[in-house]
């Protein structure tokens, strides 16, 4: 049955629906929301692949036998706050920019660079 | 969609709806987690940066068509790809055999913590998490070289007058955040110490502690926020539970054992493996708790800053 790997294809889609953002926008706040998306897609992608067929959530108690993978969650976890410390960091540098060249459009700022030169 | 702040709205629900799948994956930690830093404190960043970068989107220029071309072929190769992987919800798949097994048979018996994720996190992998710590302070300290400004004593009465009008406006909301300001400090508190037992631990706690003093400093402003919390102690803090995590590994080093291996602790080692994850948490939670706060503080006064100048120019 292929259609058991419909996981993997909704990680891809919004994997792709991520990329699309930040390759075809020239907004910088814009490319940060598509690289979060991104992000989010190769989360999904880890606990779907934690999941086991009538498995629980991995807290030890009595009388359950399947417990899902800790593994991937225990990687998420952090992920997800590294990811806020760093997306947060990007917007740092958006603020910036935005400072410096007075606008966060990346045609605009390359022209301005292209002015300097 | 040009306007950015329904953009930034719509990644919020996102966010949430991500937490919600989580649950149904039985990743109750990550969803937590998720949901309080995806929906809430991502969202307030990205509002807080669009208020200072403009709120539309300059129209695209050029033709999308390449850029959708490369997406359409980059996905379909990886499709291809996942034709060879296992199904879902397969338990023979190769992510289930190698340390998993381990974990969820030997960990009671070893750490004595029944959260698994817990164990894992901070016992098993306590080194990775570590490096997780120090790439979130290292992240804090980036924001705040990039943004940090140097405070002049004139913009506090600029920002007290804000106050007072925002004090006079927003009744309910005063209200209603002095209420819930203490519960949400106190379920940070228990997230923190009950991630052994249930969903939790350093990180969500951390999240929840910062969003409580956002929240504060939101609906009262920044400068009674920075009368009540120091922007140095709080970045003292920061520095301080990454300390407190290498310590306790230092102090395992000095006894003879490997970094991190907590039997150092206690002569029990399940009881050494408690004190050391209790240890190691709490200094994520500081960690995590004043590196948020710094970033939000540090977006927020140049916000501040910024409004000041443009009210000077005028």
């Known amino acids: 049955m292929i259609l058991g790997l419909y996981n993997y294809w909704i990680v891809v889609v919004l994997m792709m629906i991520g990329f699309y953002i930040v390759i075809a926008h020239g907004n910088l706040i814009k490319k940060i929301v598509g690289l979060s998306i991104f992000q989010t897609s190769v989360f999904i992608f880890y606990i779907s692949m934690a999941k086991v067929d009538s498995g629980t959530a991995p807290i030890l108690a009595e009388g359950i036998k399947q417990y899902s993978n800790p593994l991937p969650h225990v990687l998420i976890l952090t992920a997800i706050v590294v990811g806020i410390a760093t997306t947060a960091l990007g917007l740092a540098l958006a603020v910036r920019i935005k400072e410096a060249y007075g606008s966060i459009e990346e045609e605009e700022i390359q022209e301005k660079d292209n002015l300097d030169c | ?314």
């Open chain 2, 1 to 314: 969609m040009k306007d950015l702040f329904a953009v930034i709205m719509l990644s919020g629900i996102y966010g949430l709806l991500s937490a919600s799948f989580f649950v149904a994956m039985d990743a109750v930690d990550v969803a937590f987690t998720e949901a309080s830093v995806g929906a809430g404190i991502s969202t307030l960043l990205m509002l807080v940066a669009i208020t200072m970068t403009g709120r539309t989107e300059h129209p695209v220029r050029h033709k999308p068509v390449l850029a959708l071309a490369v997406v359409i072929v980059t996905g379909s190769l990886l499709i291809y790809g996942t034709l060879d992987m296992p199904y879902f919800g397969s338990a023979q798949a190769p992510v289930h055999q190698h340390v998993a097994p381990r974990y969820i048979n030997d960990s009671m018996q070893e750490v004595g913590v029944p959260n698994i994720v817990t164990s894992v996190l901070a016992s098993y992998r306590g080194f990775d998490t570590f490096g997780e710590v120090v790439v979130i302070f290292t992240a804090g300290m980036g924001v705040l070289a990039l943004l940090s400004v140097v405070r002049r004593p004139r913009d506090v009465d600029d920002v007290a007058s804000l106050n007072k009008s925002m004090h006079e406006e927003h009744l309910i909301l005063r209200i209603v955040a002095k209420i819930l300001i203490p519960f949400i400090l106190l379920f940070a508190l228990y997230v923190q110490f009950h991630g052994d037992y249930g969903p939790g631990g350093g990180f969500q706690a951390g999240v929840i502690f910062a969003a409580a003093i956002i929240l504060y400093t939101m609906i009262f402003g920044m400068s009674t926020a920075r009368r009540v919390i120091n922007q140095s102690l709080i970045q003292l803090f920061a520095a301080i539970g990454v300390l407190v995590y290498g310590s306790v590994g230092v102090i395992s080093l000095l006894d003879g054992k490997h970094f991190l291996d907590y039997s150092a602790l206690s002569a029990d080692p399940v009881a050494g493996q408690h004190l050391g994850i209790l240890l190691i948490e709490l200094g994520v939670g500081i960690t995590v708790a004043s590196v948020m706060i710094i970033i939000f503080f540090n977006f927020a006064g140049r916000q501040n800053d910024q409004q000041n100048k443009e009210n000077n120019e005028s």
